[in-house]
């Protein structure tokens, strides 16, 4: 499945990455960014007060050596990093919001960018629930592949999430802000030409400031991603777009009123693509791709809103047919 100096340095890393759990005492996740902070810095173990001691710091440092000799691509050390991260959470499960978004998925959104962004323009993306960075780097790494000129923006609240994504930007050398905030306070960051976000389902524990949204609930807590949806294409230029991961139900919910009043004063809903069934657990966990563009002066609604339901990502020839539907939809809609 991956190519045998991928399959060689995974093994490298994780036993590196494990002889500094032991050593630091630390979790998975602290001990991943530990050993990547380490190669960024050219292969040095940082050992303060004598942790890791000799005989561990002299194993990683053999680790490293070999490490070295093996030459990877951005993108094969992004999917590296991905198979890393995922052997982690096997023995130290994350909660739903917090896993890694897939390839598959990841994959779905390049080629959406890659066919609404305007060719030979540096293009910024910006993910406000970035997490570990997984949605984010693989567009970045991917449209870098496809020759575009692209800077990326995220944020979140979760101080560990967010070092993963920092060393992870860093290996990769990629172009990427990193804010450690609430994505729904003040951001410091410029109108951008894409919002992408693999949302975080729940609510939102800060009524004061779900107020302040068109999407808020009159009464209670509002959904977190309904906020985080409205408060993205707040710094989306005019005409840019927003990519989501929504739950499928989300225009039938309790809140969903609140939503539609602010999509239809604010975006153009231009298009749902509705995942397959196989990448969820039941009905209720299903989720779709929702494509929102930014209200500007050379921009309107579609007359025919893309509705797609991809049968399947494992097989290729169902990509295909989903991909060739999208192109001749926009190019029937004129979609700027």
Do not use: C
Not at 7 to 17: D, M, N, P, R
Not at 66 to 82: D, N
Not at 227 to 238: A, D, P
């Amino acid at each position: 499945m991956f190519p045998e100096k991928i399959e060689e340095s995974f093994h490298l890393h994780l036993e590196a990455i494990q002889l500094l759990q032991t050593a630091l005492e630390s979790s998975y996740l602290d001990a991943y960014v530990e050993h990547v902070e380490n190669i960024i810095d050219q292969y040095q173990v940082r050992v303060i007060d004598g942790v890791p001691n000799a005989e561990t710091t002299e194993k990683v440092n053999e680790i490293y050596r070999k490490l070295q000799t093996i030459s990877l691509e951005q993108e094969e050390t992004r999917k590296l990093s991905q198979l890393l991260l995922l052997k982690g959470a096997q023995t130290e499960p994350l909660q739903p919001n917090h896993q890694l978004t897939p390839d598959s998925i990841g994959f779905l959104f390049v080629f959406l960018i890659e066919q609404l962004a305007k060719k030979g323009q540096p293009l910024t993306v910006l993910d406000l629930s970035v997490g570990m960075g997984n949605l984010l780097l693989t567009i970045i790494s991917n449209l870098n592949l496809a020759n575009y000129q692209i800077s990326g923006v995220g944020v979140d609240n979760d101080e560990t999430l967010l070092g993963v994504a920092a060393v992870n930007s860093q290996w990769l050398n990629t172009d990427t802000q990193l804010f450690h905030q609430d994505g729904l306070q003040s951001l410091l960051v410029d109108p951008v030409d894409v919002a992408v976000g693999d949302l975080p389902v729940g609510y939102y524990p800060i009524d004061e400031k779900a107020q302040e949204f068109v999407t808020a609930a009159e009464n209670g807590h509002t959904f977190a991603h309904h906020l985080l949806m409205e408060q993205s294409m707040n710094y989306v230029k005019e005409g840019g777009f927003g990519l989501f991961l929504v739950p499928s139900n989300f225009l039938e919910t309790e809140q969903s009123d609140y939503l539609k009043q602010w999509i239809g004063n604010n975006v153009y809903l231009q298009g749902i693509i509705q995942l397959p069934d196989e990448l969820f657990k039941n009905e209720i966990s299903r989720k779709s791709i929702l494509i929102l563009q930014r209200k500007g002066s050379d921009v309107n609604q579609v007359p025919e809103v893309l509705l797609a339901k991809l049968t399947s990502l494992k097989e290729p020839k169902y990509v295909t047919a989903f991909f060739q539907e999208f192109i001749t939809w926009k190019k029937s809609n004129e979609l700027n």
